[in-house]
Nanobody, 120 residues
Framework: QVQLVESGGGLVQPGGSLRLSCAASGDIASNIAMGWYRQAPGKQRELVAKKGTGDTYYADFVKGRFTISRDNAKNTVYLQMSSLKPEDTAVYYC???????????????WGQGTQVTVSS
């Protein structure tokens, strides 16, 4: 089994900062990408940022405000969020592209989600 556990969400005022963390554990032979998605009420889930083995992607709406980082030894990914706006309010989900053995294929795994609310 593979588990992704997120932490760090909460309520913050506009312009404030939050740091999300996500740790993957279990049967992990290889973890080639980890990232963050979000889903606001009534909207589809969207990619926020992702960090692979050699590249990093940011959605346009977070460029310059959010920073993604990874600790490969700990299978952990972080999302430092700054200059938060009310429109950043959403449930944030951690995602990892993992294979459980060197003979198996890669699959997507998801965390349970953590609520981020930006409001005064």
């Amino acid at each position: 089994q593979v588990q992704l556990v997120e932490s760090g969400g909460g309520l913050v005022q506009p312009g404030g900062s939050l740091r999300l963390s996500c740790a993957a554990s279990g049967d992990i032979a290889s973890n080639i990408a980890m990232g963050w998605y979000r889903q606001a009420p009534g909207k589809q889930r969207e990619l926020v940022a992702k960090k692979g083995t050699g590249d990093t992607y940011y959605a346009d709406f977070v460029k310059g405000r959010f920073t993604i980082s990874r600790d490969n030894a700990k299978n952990t990914v972080y999302l430092q969020m700054s200059s938060l706006k009310p429109e950043d309010t959403a449930v944030y989900y951690c995602n990892a592209f993992i294979r459980r053995t060197m003979a198996s294929r890669y699959n997507d795994y998801w965390g349970q989600g953590t609520q981020v609310t930006v409001s005064s």
